[in-house]
């Protein structure tokens, strides 16, 4: 029973800001032309990692519904460090997990998630460069692609058919163009609460099974003993990075982290590893642009969360404030009934046929 009431506590937390944050997904899907990315995230250089770093920050794809634009901005000119720097920033954190990162883990593990997923991704990009000089492979160069096949089409991907997006024609505007605002904004309340909705649902889900756990069986004291330093943020990334979570899912687990003792640092390190990557990516990497490549994409994403987890440990010492405390916190300043009812819908929009039948 303690278990299930604290499922249920974080699920109310959660669900009023997770369903703000699926609205701004749909907002970003229909009023961002797929076509401006390739303008806004093209070319080479620091200048180009850093914007799509930034661009990709807010978008709100998994880590393999980002890999058919990402990899249609490679084919579309784009270097290989701008291309990382969309990979990871991407799915490291997207509009609809900064709203329900904001109501379990509080304000300053908001900041430090944010700013973690842009500057790995910086780091990550700027890493990658050092490969330029390599020779693209022939799928990234020739005009002998497999038209038939999206990029993103690898086992164990996303739930959706769509993976969160398409690949993008470079240069076109055509169905921004041609397509009227409220057909759009129906597109993308469409993608954002059926696509991005389905592909989380699952994952979310037994996201707050493994909070509820943490928060009610596991004693602080002994995760704190074994949860924080150095060997422990290195173990969050080696076992985050193969796994496929979304920024949304890997939420809750974190906040039971950080309640059942473990360091901020240490559970931001899990907040940015797990999402970023996947093996689905890893393997479209490696046969888009070589092992090289995937190599230094590894150990930017190993070297940089680490750092960044030891820099949010120390931070938290410098200003002493304690961010566990901060769990949850903001599920008092919205009414019990007005939870209840955000996680009704919620649950309503998650059941398919339900929601064919009354919305799509």
Not at 121 to 132: F, K, P, R, S
Not at 213 to 230: N, R, T
Not at 288 to 316: K, P
Request: glycine share 10%.
């Amino acid at each position: 029973m303690v278990v299930l009431e604290q499922i249920l506590n974080v699920a109310l937390t959660a669900a009023p800001w997770l369903l703000a944050g699926l609205l701004a997904a749909a907002l970003i899907k229909a009023l961002i032309p797929e076509a401006a990315l390739l303008r806004w995230v093209g070319g080479q250089g620091l200048a180009s990692v850093s914007r799509a770093a930034v661009m990709g920050a807010p978008l709100p794809l998994c880590s393999c519904g980002a890999i058919p634009t990402a990899f249609a901005l490679h084919r579309g000119g784009a270097g290989r460090g701008p291309t990382t720097a969309f990979l990871i920033g991407t799915p490291g954190i997207g509009v609809d997990s900064i709203a329900i990162t904001y109501a379990l883990l509080g304000p300053f593990m908001l900041v430090a998630r944010a700013t973690g997923a842009v500057v790995t991704a910086i780091a990550t990009g700027l890493l990658v460069t050092l490969a330029d000089h390599a020779p693209r492979t022939r799928s990234a160069t020739s005009g002998h692609h497999e038209p038939k096949r999206h990029v993103g089409d690898e086992a164990g991907c996303c739930q959706s058919n769509t993976c969160g997006t398409r690949p993008v024609a470079a240069g076109s505007n055509a169905e921004t163009t041609q397509t009227s605002l409220s057909r759009r904004l129906r597109d993308g309340l469409r993608y954002a609460f059926a696509d991005l909705l389905d592909d989380i649902s699952r994952w979310l889900a037994a996201g707050l099974v493994i909070a509820g756990i943490l928060m009610a069986l596991v004693p602080p004291q002994a995760m704190a003993e074994h949860g924080s330093g150095l060997p422990a943020m290195f173990l969050m990334a080696i076992v985050g990075i193969p796994l496929y979570l979304c920024a949304t899912a890997a939420t809750p687990i974190a906040a039971g982290m950080l309640v059942a003792g473990v360091s901020p640092g240490t559970a931001l390190v899990f907040l940015l590893a797990a999402p970023i990557t996947s093996m689905a990516t890893l393997a479209v990497m490696r046969k888009e642009m070589g092992a090289a490549v995937m190599a230094l994409y590894l150990l930017g994403i190993l070297v940089s969360t680490v750092l960044v987890g030891l820099v949010a440990d120390q931070t938290v010492q410098w200003l002493g404030i304690a961010p566990e405390a901060q769990v949850g916190a903001t599920g008092e300043l919205l009414p019990t009934w007005f939870e209840a009812v955000a996680l009704a819908v919620l649950a309503a929009l998650a059941i398919t046929p339900l929601r064919r039948r009354v919305l799509f």
